[in-house]
T-cell receptor
Framework: DAGVTQSPTHLIKTRGQQVTLRCSPKSGHDTVSWYQQALGQGPQFIFQYYEEEERQRGNFPDRFSGHQFPNYSSELNVNALLLGDSALYLC?????????????FGEGSWLTVV | GNSVTQMEGPVTLSEEAFLTINCTYTATGYPSLFWYVQYPGEGLQLLLKATKADDKGSNKGFEATYRKETTSFHLEKGSVQVSDSAVYFCALLNSGGYQKVTFGTGTKLQVIP
């Protein structure tokens, strides 16, 4: 059973560019969340997708957007990249509505903005 | 809103020493509590969890007990190994509604031979 898979693993972008990160949730999971982890910090919640809609959003600007596909996989898009967007981006999957749920994280995508 | 506070690191211990990493939380309702571990250059791995008061989560010699009266979930291990060197994150998952995880800032543990 594959866990949460993310791609790409590492990437380097230039300020002002756009980036798309991808995530496939754990088999059987229907909810995908994205987190940003800056160096030396704990992960911060960006947003969550369920039934192909954004259901909850953290304190991130509109430059951060996402999408969920019918097969539950998801993309995170960041426009007009800033140096401060350099971070590890983590995807998490879960099954909505399950009490005491466990959230599973992928290995992350390391984004460096230069 | 929800928040998690954990002791600042780095924590440096000799091999076979006893480990405690303190974690306290603020939350509405009855959250689930987790400890995640992150090894250098890697993602987050679930170490253990507890879903209700007085539950004890355990894994790989690590333990933590959900203490509702003190809103705490301290991580302990009786004898640490060099391979335990990593960053440890305490986290909570709000009960009901949407499944947003709130993390602490992480505690770096370094175990020396």
């Amino acid at each position: 059973d594959a866990g949460v898979t993310q791609s790409p693993t590492h990437l380097i972008k230039t300020r002002g560019q756009q980036v798309t990160l991808r995530c496939s949730p754990k088999s059987g999971h229907d909810t995908v969340s994205w987190y940003q982890q800056a160096l030396g910090q704990g992960p911060q919640f960006i947003f969550q997708y369920y039934e192909e809609e954004e259901r909850q959003r953290g304190n991130f600007p509109d430059r951060f957007s996402g999408h969920q596909f019918p097969n539950y996989s998801s993309e995170l898009n960041v426009n007009a990249l800033l140096l401060g967007d350099s971070a590890l981006y983590l995807c998490a999957s879960s099954l909505k509505g399950i009490s005491g749920n466990t959230i599973y994280f992928g290995e992350g995508s390391w984004l460096t903005v230069v | 809103g929800n928040s998690v506070t954990q002791m600042e690191g780095p924590v440096t211990l000799s091999e076979e020493a006893f480990l405690t990493i303190n974690c306290t939380y603020t939350a509405t309702g009855y959250p689930s509590l987790f400890w995640y571990v992150q090894y250098p250059g890697e993602g987050l791995q679930l170490l253990l969890k507890a879903t209700k008061a007085d539950d004890k989560g355990s894994n790989k010699g690590f333990e933590a007990t959900y203490r509702k009266e003190t809103t705490s979930f301290h991580l302990e291990k009786g004898s640490v190994q060099v391979s335990d060197s990593a960053v440890y994150f305490c986290a909570l998952l709000n009960s009901g509604g949407y499944q947003k995880v709130t993390f602490g800032t992480g505690t770096k543990l370094q175990v020396i031979p």
